[in-house]
């Protein structure tokens, strides 16, 4: 990838952090006619220190002996 690509690459995934790796393919497809695999989008986003996150797991709250306890599931 060319260092133009990754710069684009970087202004279109902070601009919004909430894209799919698809959905970042069709936008650099569309905005500068870059083609780029999303492979290539993950490990060149991984490779500048884009990390994804993964979801946290929330307790839940048992009722018990008209107690209301926060346990991990």
Not at 15 to 32: I, M
């Amino acid at each position: 990838m060319t260092e133009g690509g990754q710069h684009m690459l970087k202004r279109t995934v902070c601009r919004s952090r909430q894209l799919s790796a698809e959905s970042v393919v069709t936008d650099l497809q569309t905005s500068c006619g870059l083609q780029i695999g999303t492979i290539t989008v993950r490990r060149e986003l991984h490779g500048m220190g884009f990390h994804g996150q993964a979801a946290a797991s929330k307790p839940y709250i048992i009722k018990c002996n008209a107690k209301h306890r926060m346990q991990w599931v």
